[in-house]
Nanobody, 124 residues
Framework: EVQLVESGGGLVQAGGSLRLSCAAS????????IGWFRQAPGKEREGVSS????????YTRNSLKGRFTISSDSAKNTVYLQMNNLKPEDTAVYYC?????????????????WGQGTQVTVSS
């Protein structure tokens, strides 16, 4: 059974940083592309970033480049999302996702597997 468990969300002031973690289990870690989506209140969900641990290929939403960085640790079956210089508009529920082939979230497809989500709130 695929399981994706997020942690690291919380409340932070604008300009601050958070690191989200996603612990994956139930599949061969390096065979999947793991990443993050987010959904703000009243808005559609949007792809944030993804990584293919086999070759470290990544995708990051253009508007987030320079502030958000994704990384992975295959030994721990964990993917991280480092978020710096956070803004109130980053407030959302962040979901860890996994898919065997989908890397570019800008294509409009949705990953097969989703975690429960973790809340990130950025105060102004």
């Amino acid at each position: 059974e695929v399981q994706l468990v997020e942690s690291g969300g919380g409340l932070v002031q604008a300009g601050g940083s958070l690191r989200l973690s996603c612990a994956a289990s139930g599949f061969i870690f390096d065979d999947y592309i793991i990443g993050w989506f987010r959904q703000a209140p009243g808005k559609e969900r949007e792809g944030v970033s993804s990584i293919r641990s086999r070759d470290y290929s990544t995708y990051t939403r253009n508007s987030l480049k320079g502030r958000f960085t994704i990384s992975s640790d295959s030994a721990k079956n964990t993917v991280y999302l480092q978020m710096n210089n956070l803004k109130p508009e980053d407030t959302a529920v962040y979901y860890c996702v996994a898919d065997p082939i989908l890397l570019d979230y800008g294509l409009g497809y949705l990953p097969d597997y989703w975690g429960q989500g973790t809340q990130v709130t950025v105060s102004s």
